[in-house]
DNA sequence: CCTTAGCACTCCGTCCTTGGGAGTGCTAGC
DNA sequence: GCTAGCACTCCCAAGGACGGAGTGCTAAGG
C-alpha cells in the first residue's frame, strides 16, 4: 500500500469516474464523462489519465475496449480524499429520525430492529445494528420459574429492559417456594452489577462463610453463574429488511444474492465486521476485499459505533454491493448512530 | 369442480406424467414417457389419451408442440387419487428423529425452530412451524420489573417455559416493592389458568370487594390484563432456512424468489394458511393457485396439525414449488407432526 | 512537454438465420 | 381401439453480420 497522492486533475477524473458508475453500474467512457462532468479537456486527454489510473490500480476495464470502473483502492481512494462535506438531504434525515423516534418509547429490541430498517430503507442497501454489548449491560432483575422438578426457568433482565431466558437443569430443586427464596437472595446480591461482572461476584459471594453452611445459597449461585455463562456473544445482530439488496443491480445474479443472504444468516460474520467499529473512532469504511469475511466478495460495509463517545456501546452500518454512494451512507450511518444514541440515553 | 374419475390406463399415464415432471423439471413427451415408465402402449396412444387429459384439464402444453405438465388440477388429482401408498425412505426418517431429538431437552421455541429446519433440509423445501396456539397455553408465572419510575416490565411465562415479555405504561407504579407484592398477587390468582381465559379471570376479579378497595391490587390487574392484551396473534411462525428453496429451479429467477421471501417475512400470510390445517383432520395439501394468497402462485403447501389429536395445538408444513414430490412431503409432514408432538408430551 | 484531433482497431450485444431435435396431430391401416 | 408413419410446429443453440461504444496510438499544434 504506496500512498499516493493523485495530482488535482487526476483526482477529479477519478472522482468523476466514480460518481458516475455509481450512479449508472455501467463502465464509463472517456466522451460520456467529459460531456457530463463539463472537464474542461478533451476525451484524448481524459483516455490518457485514465490509463494512468489503471496503471496505479485505481480503475481497471472488464474487458479492451470497454469503459472503466473503480477498482477497490479507486473506492479507497475516493473514500479517502475525494469525499465531498457531509450533508444529508433533509428529507432522508426526516426519515431516519422518524423511523426511531417512532420505535423510542418501546423496549430495546424494538428500537434497534426499527432502526436496522429504517436505514435499510432510507439507503436502499441492508442496514446492520449490533447489541450494546455485555459490558455495557447492568443486572437489573432474575427471576426464576420451576418448569419441572429439576428443570429452572432463568430469565434475566437488564437495565435497559433486555430480557434473556434459558433453562437450567437443577436436579436438587424441587418447589417453586425455594426458588422464590434463591431469587430475593440473588437480587439482592447482584443489584446494579454490570454482566460481565456476575460471575466474579458470584464466585466471591461462593467464599462467604454464610453461604458455606447454607445449602439454598449454594444452589442459587450455582444457577446464577450459569445463567449468565456462555451468553458471552452478547452481540445479538439485527438485519434491518434484507430483501432491499434486490434493488441494486449487482444482486439480480442468484448466486452472488444466495452468498450474501448466507452471511446474514451466519449472524457471527457480521458481527465480526461490525465489531470493529465499536472501538475504532468515526465511520470505518470496509471496501470490498478489505473485510475479511471471503463471501463477502464485492461487497462493502460503512460501519460506526453508538453510545456515547467516551463509551461505545455497539456498533450500526450498512452493507451493499462496493457500488456504493459512500458520501451519503457515511453521513447517513453517522446521523443514525447520533439518533440511536439520543433514544439509548433516554431509555 | 366436476369430480371425474379416471379410467384406469389414463389414470397411470397422468401418474407417470407427474411422477416425471416432477423429477426433471421439464415437459415430457409421450416417446419418453413409453421408454421409462415400460408402458406397454405405443407413444401415440399415449398422445391420444394426453390430449385427452389436457382436454379435461390435467395437463397443458407450454406451447405446441412441446410436452405435457401437469396443471394444479393434474396435481390435485395425482394427489387424491393416485398417491403411492405414505413410506419414508428410513435415511428420512432417521434425519428427521435425529433433528427434533436433538433439540429436544431445550425450550420450546428452540424445538419449534430446529423442527423448521431440518423439514427444510430433508425436503428441499421451506419447512414451517407454527407455534402452538394462545388458547392450549397456560399460564405459569408473571413477573414485574421496575424500568424506572411509571415503567413497567411485564414478563409472562407459560407452562411450557415459552416466555413473553412486554413494557407497559403504568404511572401510578413508584417502586419495586409495590410491584413485589403485585406479582405474588397475580401470581396466586393466575396459577393454572389458560392464557386466553386470563382476561376473563381477571374481570371477574375487578368485582371482588377486596380488590374494589385496595388500589395497589386494582393496578396489579390492570398491569395483568394489558400484558396479555393484543396477543392474540399468538402464533409465531417459524420459517427454516429459505435459502433451501434455491435449490429448486423454479426459483433461480429473481423476481419469483423474491415473491416468496416477501411471503416469507409477512408471517401474517403463513399463518393464514397454515392456521387452516389446525382444525382440520390429516394433512391439507394447497396446490397454486387453491391457495388464497396470490403471492404464492406457483407454490403449493403441504401442513398438518401437531399435538393431540383430540386437542391440536399447532400446525407445521412444507412449502415449495408446485412441482413437488408430493408423496414424500406428505409422509415427511405427517411424521414430523407426530415427532414433535411426542416431543411437545415430554416437554 | 502536454494536449488534442484523427483514425484504426477491438470487443460486446443484438439481431437474424439456420439446422437439428423433440414432440405433436392426423390419417390410414390393422 | 391401437399403432405406424409422416408432415408440421416450435424451441433452442450455434454461427455470422453489424452497429455502437470505447480504446490506444500517432502526429500535429500550443
Same mark, same amino acid.
Given at each position: 500500500m504506496?500512498e499516493?497522492?493523485l495530482?488535482?486533475?487526476?483526482?477529479?477524473?477519478?472522482? $468523476?469516474?466514480?460518481?458516475? =458508475?455509481?450512479q449508472?453500474a455501467?463502465?464509463?467512457?472517456s466522451?460520456n464523462l467529459?460531456k457530463?462532468?463539463r472537464?474542461?479537456?478533451s476525451? $484524448?486527454t481524459?483516455?490518457n489519465v485514465?490509463?494512468?489510473?489503471e #496503471?496505479m490500480?485505481f480503475l481497471y476495464q472488464?474487458?479492451t475496449s470497454a469503459?472503466?470502473?473503480?477498482?477497490?483502492?479507486?473506492?479507497r481512494?475516493?473514500?479517502?480524499h475525494?469525499?465531498?462535506?457531509?450533508?444529508?438531504?433533509?428529507?432522508?434525515?426526516?426519515?431516519?429520525?422518524?423511523g426511531i423516534?417512532d420505535?423510542d418509547?418501546d423496549a430495546?429490541?424494538t428500537?434497534?430492529e $426499527?432502526t436496522s430498517r &429504517?436505514l435499510?430503507?432510507?439507503? +436502499?442497501?441492508?442496514?446492520?445494528?449490533?447489541a450494546p454489548?455485555?459490558e455495557?449491560?447492568v =443486572?437489573?432483575?432474575?427471576?426464576?420459574?420451576?418448569?419441572?422438578p /429439576?428443570?429452572?426457568? &432463568?430469565?434475566?433482565?437488564t437495565r435497559s429492559?433486555v &430480557? +434473556?431466558h434459558r433453562?437450567?437443569e437443577a436436579p436438587e430443586?424441587?418447589?417453586? %417456594? !425455594?426458588l422464590e427464596?434463591?431469587? @430475593?437472595?440473588? @437480587?439482592?446480591?447482584?443489584? /446494579?452489577?454490570?454482566l460481565?461482572a456476575?460471575?466474579?461476584r458470584?464466585l466471591? #459471594?461462593?467464599e @462467604?462463610?454464610?453461604v458455606?453452611?447454607d445449602r439454598l445459597l449454594?444452589?442459587a449461585?450455582?444457577?446464577g453463574?450459569q445463567?449468565v455463562?456462555g451468553? #458471552?456473544g452478547?452481540?445479538?445482530?439485527?438485519v434491518g429488511e434484507?430483501?432491499r439488496?434486490l !434493488?441494486?443491480?449487482?444482486f439480480?445474479?442468484v448466486?452472488k444474492?444466495?452468498?450474501? =443472504?448466507?452471511a =446474514? #444468516?451466519?449472524?457471527?460474520?457480521?458481527?465480526?465486521?461490525?465489531?470493529?467499529?465499536? !472501538?475504532?473512532?468515526?465511520?470505518?469504511?470496509?471496501i /470490498?476485499?478489505?473485510n475479511?469475511?471471503a463471501?463477502?466478495?464485492?461487497?462493502?460495509?460503512? %460501519?460506526t459505533?453508538?453510545?456515547r463517545d467516551?463509551r461505545?456501546?455497539?456498533a450500526?452500518?450498512v452493507i451493499?454491493p462496493?457500488r456504493?454512494?459512500y458520501?451519503?451512507v457515511?453521513?447517513?450511518v453517522e446521523?443514525?448512530?447520533?439518533l440511536l444514541g439520543q433514544?439509548?440515553?433516554?431509555?
Amino acid at each position: 500500500m504506496t500512498e499516493t497522492t493523485l495530482r488535482d486533475r487526476d483526482a477529479r477524473i477519478l472522482g $468523476a469516474v466514480v460518481d458516475e =458508475f455509481v450512479q449508472t453500474a455501467e463502465p464509463v467512457g472517456s466522451r460520456n464523462l467529459v460531456k457530463k462532468y463539463r472537464l474542461e479537456i478533451s476525451p $484524448a486527454t481524459v483516455r490518457n489519465v485514465m490509463a494512468d489510473l489503471e #496503471e496505479m490500480g485505481f480503475l481497471y476495464q472488464p474487458h479492451t475496449s470497454a469503459g472503466r470502473q473503480p477498482t477497490d483502492q479507486g473506492y479507497r481512494y475516493y473514500v479517502d480524499h475525494l469525499l465531498p462535506g457531509p450533508s444529508l438531504p433533509s428529507g432522508q434525515r426526516r426519515r431516519l429520525r422518524q423511523g426511531i423516534r417512532d420505535a423510542d418509547l418501546d423496549a430495546l429490541e424494538t428500537l434497534l430492529e $426499527a432502526t436496522s430498517r &429504517v436505514l435499510s430503507r432510507v439507503a +436502499h442497501q441492508v442496514g446492520l445494528v449490533v447489541a450494546p454489548r455485555i459490558e455495557v449491560r447492568v =443486572f437489573r432483575h432474575v427471576d426464576l420459574v420451576l418448569l419441572r422438578p /429439576g428443570r429452572v426457568l &432463568v430469565i434475566l433482565v437488564t437495565r435497559s429492559g433486555v &430480557v +434473556h431466558h434459558r433453562v437450567v437443569e437443577a436436579p436438587e430443586v424441587r418447589s417453586q %417456594a !425455594e426458588l422464590e427464596k434463591m431469587t @430475593n437472595y440473588l @437480587n439482592g446480591l447482584l443489584e /446494579g452489577v454490570p454482566l460481565v461482572a456476575v460471575r466474579e461476584r458470584i464466585l466471591a #459471594e461462593m467464599e @462467604n462463610e454464610r453461604v458455606q453452611y447454607d445449602r439454598l445459597l449454594r444452589q442459587a449461585l450455582e444457577l446464577g453463574s450459569q445463567a449468565v455463562g456462555g451468553d #458471552e456473544g452478547g452481540g445479538q445482530v439485527y438485519v434491518g429488511e434484507p430483501l432491499r439488496i434486490l !434493488e441494486q443491480p449487482e444482486f439480480q445474479d442468484v448466486e452472488k444474492m444466495r452468498q450474501l =443472504f448466507e452471511a =446474514f #444468516e451466519r449472524k457471527g460474520i457480521l458481527l465480526r465486521i461490525l465489531d470493529r467499529a465499536v !472501538e475504532a473512532p468515526g465511520v470505518q469504511v470496509s471496501i /470490498g476485499t478489505e473485510n475479511p469475511v471471503a463471501d463477502l466478495q464485492g461487497c462493502s460495509v460503512v %460501519a460506526t459505533a453508538y453510545g456515547r463517545d467516551d463509551r461505545p456501546m455497539g456498533a450500526l452500518g450498512v452493507i451493499g454491493p462496493t457500488r456504493m454512494p459512500y458520501g451519503e451512507v457515511i453521513a447517513l450511518v453517522e446521523y443514525a448512530a447520533r439518533l440511536l444514541g439520543q433514544a439509548l440515553e433516554r431509555l
